[in-house]
């Protein structure tokens, strides 16, 4: 290769390192932002009391969070955010009354986690621009009671990566998919005792799906929290530096075919 050649290759490469970023240093949502917001009890202005759960945006962080916000012409949140105080406040007495779970362990973030509120399963994750995302991880538990696993408390979830989906629906913040294929799907035992570090490292996928696997005697088994959400966004490269690219192969080839025209 001529000192041109090396000069024109290394060109391009520069260019299109310039274009694209390789790599995102991944984000941590850990929801302790989202204090005040709605009550998913009665739709009111959620005051920060330290006691009360409050809807999880269902574009928050950049993602598409599939669960449906209580609306106009009603239904139920899937999702929500929850007080710490909640988790691990005195358990609740009688109708009516306050309080908490009275979990003795904290969630990893000072504030707030996230709960699959009412049971809701499973529940589907995406980029907000439907791009690939790779997911690093996040810490999980049960939500259970007085450190226990409670009739409502999810023993193991299965995480499953997907690719090939398309979004559908997010102007009325009740994100929907369809298509799409499984590519990595891992299970994962729960705790009732401590929140557990899911290491997933699911690569360039376009869809996570959280899924609690209820054992048949105990179908209402559904029920967990999470925490520290890891990810990040898989960079799309710069047309203008894969245009370079490009241009700078066609001179290649030109200049090669030049050469061998010389040599006839």
Same mark, same amino acid.
């Given at each position: 290769?001529?000192?041109?050649?090396?000069?024109?290759?290394?060109?391009?490469?520069?260019?299109?390192?310039?274009?694209?970023?390789?790599?995102?240093?991944?984000?941590?949502?850990?929801?302790? $932002?989202?204090?005040?917001?709605?009550?998913?009890?009665d739709g009111?202005?959620?005051?920060?009391?330290?006691?009360?759960?409050?809807?999880?945006?269902?574009?928050?962080?950049?993602?598409?969070?599939?669960?449906?916000?209580?609306?106009?012409?009603?239904?139920? *949140?899937?999702?929500?955010?929850s007080y710490?105080?909640?988790?691990?406040?005195s358990p609740?007495?009688?109708?009516?009354?306050?309080?908490?779970?009275?979990?003795?362990?904290?969630?990893?973030?000072?504030?707030?986690? =996230?709960?699959?509120?009412?049971? *809701?399963?499973? =529940?589907?994750?995406?980029?907000? $621009?439907?791009?690939?995302?790779?997911?690093?991880? *996040?810490?999980?538990?049960?939500?259970?009671?007085?450190?226990?696993?409670?009739?409502?408390?999810? !023993?193991?979830?299965?995480?499953?990566?997907?690719?090939?989906?398309?979004?559908?629906?997010?102007?009325?913040?009740?994100?929907?998919?369809?298509?799409?294929?499984? =590519?990595?799907?891992?299970?994962?035992?729960?705790?009732?005792?401590?929140?557990?570090?899911?290491?997933?490292?699911?690569?360039?996928?376009?869809?996570?799906?959280?899924?609690?696997? *209820?054992?048949?005697?105990?179908?209402?088994?559904?029920?967990?929290? #999470?925490?520290?959400?890891?990810?990040?966004?898989?960079?799309?490269?710069?047309?203008?530096?894969?245009?370079?690219?490009?241009?700078?192969?066609?001179?290649? #080839?030109?200049?090669?075919?030049?050469?061998?025209?010389? !040599?006839?």
């Amino acid at each position: 290769m001529d000192i041109l050649k090396r000069t024109i290759l290394s060109l391009s490469l520069a260019l299109l390192a310039l274009g694209s970023s390789p790599f995102v240093s991944a984000a941590t949502l850990d929801f302790d $932002d989202l204090i005040t917001t709605i009550s998913p009890w009665d739709g009111t202005p959620n005051p920060d009391n330290g006691n009360e759960s409050a809807y999880l945006p269902w574009d928050y962080g950049g993602f598409a969070w599939n669960h449906h916000p209580l609306l106009s012409g009603g239904g139920q *949140a899937t999702l929500a955010v929850s007080y710490q105080d909640t988790f691990t406040g005195s358990p609740y007495i009688g109708a009516g009354g306050g309080g908490g779970n009275g979990n003795t362990y904290p969630f990893p973030s000072p504030k707030m986690a =996230v709960t699959n509120l009412y049971g *809701a399963n499973p =529940v589907a994750i995406s980029r907000t $621009d439907g791009g690939l995302f790779d997911f690093t991880g *996040a810490w999980f538990s049960s939500w259970g009671n007085l450190n226990q696993f409670a009739f409502f408390s999810a !023993r193991s979830i299965t995480l499953t990566g997907y690719r090939g989906d398309t979004l559908h629906d997010i102007s009325y913040g009740a994100p929907t998919f369809t298509g799409g294929t499984a =590519v990595i799907s891992t299970t994962y035992a729960l705790s009732s005792t401590a929140f557990v570090w899911v290491d997933a490292n699911f690569l360039g996928i376009d869809k996570l799906e959280i899924r609690a696997n *209820a054992p048949s005697d105990a179908p209402y088994a559904v029920r967990w929290a #999470m925490d520290d959400f890891v990810a990040a966004a898989v960079p799309v490269p710069d047309s203008g530096a894969l245009l370079m690219l490009g241009i700078t192969g066609v001179a290649m #080839m030109v200049r090669r075919q030049r050469h061998a025209g010389a !040599r006839m």
